[in-house]
């Protein structure tokens, strides 16, 4: 397997000199591969395509690193906690961030209890004084609000800025995949345009008013009106689906759709819900797997277009 080397960087007998040099998928593979060059163990600066550099087999094995955006609970986001952990359908992948859009969202407590980094959007660094010998950081966190506070004049642009900022938070953390996991923040062109230029594709989870007809209950509250519809005898059945995020809202292409009949007892909104939450735990693992199935041919049709 070769790796063509873009980026500066110096390398002697496959040990790193300086690993900070590296960029992208080079960084992760940083401490679990050994970089050789092809001819000879003299130190090597490489500006350009052509030089080629060896990687040990070893880092197949690198695991695809997920990112998870959520708002409330994190039930769905346990779900994916829980086949990392078990390493069944999400074998070999790791979730290196969990970012939420509110203080109080439950799903940062599950993120602790994992080990899983996570943070409100967004944490800025105002400075850093010293307190007896030991660095302290002044941080403040920007809600969505302080950002129409910077920007009062034009919401637009508060909510590109919001937007900017999360995308490079989240590129910061080179993830191969974005789920949406309970994101109650539609996510502008100005965010997913800069996830697809680095190839980071983002999936979301949605409820159907019918299996056939994806994007019939597109935003929030979704299961009350399939509950609704179902209860006027417009429909009989509701469904899940798993997809990619594109700028119109829930109208990405499907990954996975799982219809949900009515059924006796569903009349209450609550027996309802639990039972499509409950499908959801598993779509959203099943999705996502899928999804990073389809990670290669995606980044080759992106080498593609690019040439």
Known sequence: MVLP??????????????????????????????????SN????????????????????AAKTRISVLASGNGTNFQ????????????KDCEIVHLIVNRKAAYARERARDAGIRESLHGVRLLGTMIVNDVPKH???????????????????????????????????????????????HILSPTFLDLLAAANVPVINLQTLQSPALPGAYNGAEAIE????????GKIEQTGVMIHYVIS????????????????????DIETLKERIHGIEHSAIVTGTKMAISRLPHMASQSKDRAS
Not at 6 to 31: H, N, P, S, V
Not at 153 to 176: C, G, T
Not at 225 to 232: E, F, I, M, S, V
Not at 248 to 267: N, R, S, Y
């Open 138 to 184: 002044r941080l403040t966190v920007r809600k969505l609000l302080d950002y129409k506070k910077r920007f009062p004049e034009s919401v637009e642009q508060a909510r590109l800025e919001y937007d900017r900022d999360l995308a490079v938070k989240i590129l910061n953390d080179e993830p191969s995949i974005v789920v949406c996991a309970g994101w109650m």
């Open 79 to 90: 779900a994916l906690i829980d086949s990392v952990q078990a390493q069944n359908e999400l």
């Open 248 to 267: 119109e809202v829930d109208m990405g292409e499907p990954i996975l759709i799982v219809p949900i009949p009515f059924q006796k007892g569903d009349e």
């Open 5 to 38: 080397l873009f980026e500066y960087c110096a390398l002697r007998g496959g040990e790193f000199i300086d690993k900070t040099l590296l960029t992208g998928q080079l960084m992760a593979l940083a401490d679990i591969a050994a970089i050789t060059p092809w």
């Open 41 to 60: 163990n003299s130190p090597i600066f490489a500006h350009d395509p052509s030089p080629l550099y060896e990687i040990d087999p070893v880092c197949m």
């Open 225 to 232: 009106r399939a509950h609704k519809d179902w209860l006027d």
